[in-house]
């Protein structure tokens, strides 16, 4: 790659400048250009002049000391020149124990993504990966995919194109559109043969597919329903791939356990579409809902899980009497049979029911976090209807392109229902502005979004405001319309479990296991579960909880099926 299209990594150094540029050059050369200048008003005069040259900045990196200033005031200062680049504190390792106060504080005021010690030496193998990470991170959400895996042939303005490319941003899949007359995309057309409609994908895979859908995509990447083996039993099917079934897979597959998992969209569920989760144990420097997804697909399917994607559940119930008890989960034209199911199907966002709203979805309008229009919102006016975490990451991801992020939320206050955190961080992010106590009562656009009518639910009037993008991330309504009757839910439609199903629904006379549905055998975790914390880790955590239930289950069947000798769960 040639010096002009290389991102850069700017070093603003101090008395340790020679030895952070040397180290970084070795390292990130081949792929960036490494640059260092001496000063915090020599590296924001640098900085000008990249953007001014319309370099792309991936990373800029300042020494605690600077001959004029300090890192913290000069980070702070980076996002008013450029606001997607990646910025770190480099800190001598004999001040790091001093300094560890006012970094945090820094850090959690969002003058800077985070600090680490300056290399102690060759291979610092701790330096670079948070270096690395934070680069990957830039890479995914920031700069467009220098290498592709998958090409979508498209007229611009195409929404089904829109809805695949937002699909293959989920996934983790590198990809391009391609305008149907450029060279590349005449050969795939060719390819396709003569009557294939547009929108046309080349997967990964090489499979191409004509008037691709979202589910038809995602069926081509992981293996199609009809690939299901005739007959086979599995001892544990997974229904939905967010956070709680990818944990479930993961600890199922582990133990040796055949495990099925059914999804109908992209694997992540809502969390996949979050730009970063901050809060998740075990990432200091945060975690996009895309990297955790992929990272937990790819560990479930190591153990041995096997992934059905592009077609929802429709039905869940027994298996035939004169077959060994199990239960049977239909997807469109095909069925799977499971010892145990876990429903994991999360919850969906609710629709705003506004006046000309429906007919611009995908045409400014937007369901979920839509990490993949973030691009598209380059110095526009951006709203965010939703007063939780995904609404707070969304706008804080999306203020690092459009011109201006403002937050509607109906509540009083955005602390009601968002982590403190994500609060600070609004607040400390000077494009973003927050109307609380507000909702849109219309919108409308001449084929594209162009303006919102907002209303104060306090008595306050009505205003029109033009707006570019609506993101709409507001409450949620348990994706549970397609389960029978004999499955208890509360009144708002979420998963009973446990002694929360009232006792007159009790199985045998007995209150199902914890995580236990009132059909034995049949387990509901995470978001789709009443009274659930709405939490990613949470989500996570109930996944691999419902494993030992899992065991008991397929113990007592193996007794009913063999005798008490074969009661004994495996492990």
Same mark, same amino acid.
């Given at each position: 790659?040639?010096?002009?299209?290389?991102?850069?990594?700017?070093?603003?150094?101090?008395?340790?400048?020679?030895?952070?540029?040397?180290?970084?050059?070795?390292?990130?050369?081949?792929?960036?250009?490494?640059?260092?200048?001496?000063?915090?008003?020599?590296?924001?005069?640098?900085?000008?002049?990249?953007?001014?040259?319309?370099?792309?900045?991936?990373?800029?990196?300042?020494?605690?000391?600077?001959?004029?200033?300090?890192?913290?005031?000069?980070?702070?200062?980076?996002?008013?020149?450029?606001?997607?680049?990646?910025?770190?504190?480099?800190?001598?390792?004999?001040?790091?124990?001093?300094?560890?106060?006012?970094?945090?504080?820094?850090?959690?005021?969002?003058?800077?993504?985070?600090?680490?010690?300056?290399?102690?030496?060759?291979?610092?193998?701790?330096?670079?990966?948070?270096?690395?990470?934070?680069?990957?991170?830039?890479?995914?959400?920031?700069?467009?995919?220098?290498?592709?895996?998958?090409?979508?042939?498209?007229?611009?303005?195409?929404?089904?194109?829109?809805?695949?490319?937002?699909?293959?941003?989920?996934?983790?899949?590198?990809?391009?559109?391609?305008?149907?007359?450029?060279?590349?995309?005449?050969?795939?057309?060719?390819?396709?043969?003569?009557?294939?409609?547009?929108?046309?994908?080349?997967?990964?895979?090489?499979?191409?597919?004509?008037?691709?859908?979202?589910?038809?995509?995602?069926?081509?990447?992981?293996?199609?329903?009809?690939?299901?083996?005739?007959?086979?039993?599995?001892?544990? /099917? !997974?229904? %939905?791939?967010?956070? +709680? =079934?990818? @944990? *479930?897979?993961?600890?199922?597959?582990?133990? &040796?356990?055949? $495990? #099925?998992?059914?999804?109908?969209?992209?694997?992540?569920?809502?969390?996949?579409?979050?730009?970063?989760?901050?809060?998740?144990?075990?990432?200091?420097?945060?975690?996009?809902?895309?990297?955790?997804?992929?990272?937990?697909?790819?560990?479930?399917?190591?153990?041995?899980?096997?992934?059905?994607?592009?077609?929802?559940?429709?039905?869940?119930?027994?298996?035939?009497?004169?077959?060994?008890?199990?239960?049977?989960?239909?997807?469109?034209?095909?069925?799977?049979?499971?010892?145990?199911?876990?429903?994991?199907?999360?919850?969906?966002?609710?629709?705003?029911?506004?006046?000309?709203?429906?007919?611009?979805?995908?045409?400014?309008?937007?369901?979920?976090?839509?990490?993949?229009?973030?691009?598209?919102?380059?110095?526009?006016?951006?709203? /965010? !209807?939703? %007063?939780?975490?995904? +609404? =707070?990451? @969304? *706008?804080?991801?999306?203020?690092?392109?459009? &011109?201006?992020? $403002? #937050?509607?939320?109906?509540?009083?206050?955005?602390?009601?229902?968002?982590?403190?955190?994500?609060?600070?961080?609004?607040?400390?992010?000077?494009?973003?502005?927050?109307?609380?106590?507000?909702?849109?009562?219309?919108?409308?656009?001449?084929?594209?979004?162009?303006?919102?009518?907002?209303?104060?639910?306090?008595?306050?009037?009505?205003?029109?405001?033009?707006?570019?993008?609506?993101?709409?991330?507001?409450?949620?309504?348990?994706?549970?319309?397609?389960?029978?009757?004999?499955?208890?839910?509360?009144?708002?439609?979420?998963?009973?479990?446990?002694?929360?199903?009232?006792?007159?629904?009790?199985?045998?006379?007995?209150?199902?296991?914890?995580?236990?549905?009132?059909?034995?055998?049949?387990?509901?975790?995470?978001?789709?579960?009443?009274?659930?914390?709405?939490?990613?880790?949470?989500?996570?955590?109930?996944?691999?909880?419902?494993?030992?239930?899992?065991?008991?289950?397929?113990?007592?069947?193996?007794?009913?099926?063999?005798?008490?000798?074969?009661?004994?769960?495996?492990?």
């Amino acid at each position: 790659m040639d010096d002009l299209h290389r991102p850069v990594i700017l070093v603003v150094g101090g008395e340790h400048a020679r030895e952070a540029e040397e180290e970084l050059r070795a390292r990130y050369d081949r792929d960036y250009r490494v640059e260092c200048v001496h000063g915090a008003a020599a590296g924001l005069e640098h900085l000008r002049t990249l953007v001014a040259d319309e370099a792309q900045v991936a990373m800029v990196l300042a020494e605690l000391r600077l001959p004029d200033g300090g890192a913290v005031d000069l980070l702070h200062q980076v996002p008013a020149v450029v606001s997607t680049a990646r910025r770190v504190a480099l800190v001598p390792v004999d001040e790091y124990a001093a300094a560890l106060d006012t970094l945090r504080a820094a850090a959690l005021r969002r003058d800077m993504d985070t600090f680490v010690a300056l290399p102690r030496g060759t291979r610092d193998e701790e330096f670079h990966i948070a270096l690395v990470e934070l680069l990957s991170e830039w890479g995914w959400s920031v700069a467009r995919p220098t290498v592709t895996a998958t090409e979508v042939v498209a007229a611009a303005g195409d929404r089904q194109a829109a809805a695949v490319h937002d699909l293959l941003e989920r996934l983790g899949i590198p990809n391009r559109r391609l305008d149907p007359d450029e060279d590349d995309a005449r050969a795939i057309l060719e390819e396709a043969g003569p009557d294939a409609e547009l929108p046309v994908v080349r997967a990964y895979n090489g499979r191409i597919l004509g008037a691709a859908t979202p589910g038809a995509v995602a069926e081509a990447m992981y293996g199609g329903f009809d690939d299901i083996p005739a007959g086979e039993i599995a001892d544990v /099917v !997974v229904v %939905g791939a967010g956070p +709680a =079934g990818l @944990a *479930a897979a993961v600890y199922a597959a582990s133990e &040796g356990l055949s $495990t #099925v998992v059914l999804e109908r969209d992209a694997i992540g569920g809502q969390a996949g579409s979050s730009s970063m989760i901050r809060n998740y144990l075990g990432f200091p420097r945060g975690i996009s809902g895309m990297r955790l997804a992929q990272r937990s697909r790819v560990q479930a399917g190591r153990f041995g899980a096997r992934f059905y994607t592009g077609r929802a559940a429709v039905r869940v119930g027994p298996g035939p009497d004169d077959e060994p008890e199990h239960h049977h989960v239909h997807v469109e034209g095909a069925q799977m049979c499971a010892r145990t199911v876990v429903l994991a199907t999360g919850a969906a966002y609710r629709r705003l029911d506004v006046p000309g709203l429906e007919g611009l979805v995908g045409a400014g309008v937007f369901y979920g976090a839509a990490t993949s229009m973030a691009r598209e919102m380059a110095d526009r006016d951006v709203y /965010v !209807v939703g %007063g939780g975490n995904s +609404a =707070g990451q @969304a *706008a804080v991801h999306l203020a690092k392109f459009a &011109g201006s992020v $403002t #937050v509607v939320v109906r509540r009083a206050d955005l602390a009601a229902a968002m982590s403190d955190y994500l609060v600070r961080e609004i607040a400390a992010t000077p494009t973003i502005s927050v109307r609380t106590s507000t909702v849109v009562t219309d919108a409308g656009g001449d084929g594209w979004l162009r303006w919102l009518r907002l209303a104060d639910r306090d008595g306050g009037g009505s205003v029109t405001v033009g707006a570019d993008g609506l993101f709409c991330l507001l409450g949620a309504e348990p994706d549970c319309g397609w389960l029978p009757p004999e499955l208890a839910r509360d009144e708002d439609g979420y998963v009973l479990t446990g002694r929360d199903v009232p006792r007159d629904r009790w199985p045998d006379g007995r209150p199902p296991a914890s995580l236990e549905t009132t059909v034995p055998g049949v387990f509901a975790v995470g978001d789709v579960r009443s009274g659930s914390m709405k939490r990613v880790a949470s989500a996570a955590g109930e996944g691999a909880s419902v494993l030992p239930l899992i065991h008991g289950h397929l113990a007592s069947l193996r007794e009913r099926e063999f005798g008490a000798s074969a009661a004994r769960p495996r492990r």
